[in-house]
């Protein structure tokens, strides 16, 4: 039963590659709307690269065991695992690893509300990605205009970086923090007293952001904060607003009592919001994001796909074929890190760990990492019957 049931699957997920394929003929040439891909599933967005579906089915299925299972059928969780493995293959297909690799904070990096202190497993992961020559960029909502707030978050990896250079370890790694979705630049910088150095707006903005007038990005947070008013008001939520330079969102009131939003609160106040918003004069000309933060709903000026493209730009122009964005808002209202796919591959967690065994399945697959450094990782164990290629030639596990 699991042979057949191994094939079977195996054929699916080579049925939608080559659909995929036919749409990435069909997109260099001007015509995807003429894809079958397109007819099938109209909303269908951009392929960066090739997804190599039945390849990393096979990877998977070793993992997960999927058509082992007698009972319970290929999952959501199943699903979303292959559609990583299989960008992750397809962005080493095409050229061995990504110029740039950026992640949200919460959730991808650290557990709501945490911090990326010394003890994270995925700080090793992110300084061998570092010495590899991969540029970084966190990406996150967190909107805060001076270094101090982010060092305060992501404090064990700055000081990681420091180590290791003052080890030689690393040679000038790019590190970037983008704050507020797209709002606030900082790059590290050792010399500086909080190891990250402010870099001006005007330096990195891109074209398009510069109609971003201050009159109307005032306006567009002035109608946000009308309508999450009128959510508190309706759905009687203890809650209180908090308006910065470039946001406006709900907070849980400071009183001892205040219990957690619920989810659906949330959402109903991210879906109500963002329809006002929309069909606002200004919200129709300026970029915004309405997102559910967990416990707050924000609304950002900007996105994470303009956050991912203006670091695209400052880094010297990279390419959406030779960038990952890695988060987990992918599904939720408002969903932030969706926005990142129309400037990049992306690829889709649940928590910290799922990021850990993303980038080590980059590792595994890169054709720069040697056995070595997959050991020296403690990685999962090579599936039978893959062969992996690395510095040191082609490898079958046995």
């Known amino acids: ?3 057949t049931a191994h094939l079977r699957y195996a054929e699916i997920m080579r049925d939608v590659e080559e659909l995929i394929n036919d749409h990435i003929v069909h997109q260099k040439k001007g015509t995807q709307g003429h894809s079958k891909l397109k007819l099938l599933v109209p909303s269908v967005g951009v392929f960066f690269t090739p997804i190599l579906l039945e390849k990393a089915f096979y990877f998977q299925d070793e993992e997960r065991r999927i058509s082992s299972r007698r009972f319970v059928a290929p999952s959501f969780n199943d699903i979303r695992l292959i559609l990583n493995t299989a960008q992750i293959m397809g962005v080493v297909a095409q050229g061995g690893r990504p110029d740039l690799i950026t992640f949200d904070g919460d959730v991808t990096l650290y557990n709501d509300g945490d911090s990326l202190t010394s003890d994270n497993p995925v700080i090793p992961r992110l300084l061998r990605l570092l010495a590899q020559g991969t540029k970084v960029a966190i990406i996150t909502a967190a909107g805060y205009t001076d270094a101090e707030k982010y060092y305060g978050r992501l404090f064990g990896l700055l000081e990681a970086i420091k180590t290791a250079i003052d080890k030689h370890e690393l040679d000038n790694p790019t590190l ?3 704050g507020g979705e797209s709002n606030y ?5 050792i010399s500086a007293k909080h190891l990250l150095r402010w870099i001006p707006r005007k330096i990195w903005i891109l074209n398009e952001m510069k109609t971003w007038t201050e009159a109307n990005i005032q306006a567009l947070l002035d109608v946000a904060e009308t309508a999450l008013r ?4 309706n759905l009687r939520l203890s809650a209180d607003i908090l308006r910065k330079e470039r946001a406006v969102g709900i907070i849980p009131s400071s009183g001892s009592n205040t219990r957690r939003f619920t989810r659906e609160q949330l959402e109903e106040t991210v879906l109500v919001t963002q329809q006002i918003v929309e069909i606002s004069n200004v919200g129709k000309i300026l970029p915004f994001c309405a997102f ?4 707050d709903v924000f609304v950002d000026i900007g996105d994470k ?4 493209l203006a670091c695209q730009s400052y880094l010297g122009g990279i390419q959406g074929s030779k960038t990952i964005h890695v988060g987990d808002q992918f599904l939720s209202a408002g969903a932030n890190d969706f926005k990142a796919r129309s400037a990049c591959t992306t690829a889709w967690i649940a928590n910290p760990s799922e990021t850990v065994r993303l980038l080590d399945e980059l590792a595994l697959h890169s054709a720069e990492t040697s056995l070595e450094e997959y050991r020296r990782f403690s990685l999962p164990a090579l599936p039978g019957n893959w062969r992996f290629r690395t510095q040191e030639g082609t490898i079958q596990a046995p």
């Open 292 to 295: 559910n933060g967990g416990n």
């Open 305 to 308: 796909s303009w956050g991912v």
């Open 176 to 178: 970037l923090v983008m």
């Open 1 to 3: 039963m699991a042979p």
């Open 185 to 189: 630049l900082f790059a590290f910088d």
């Open 230 to 233: 009128e959510c508190v008001k």
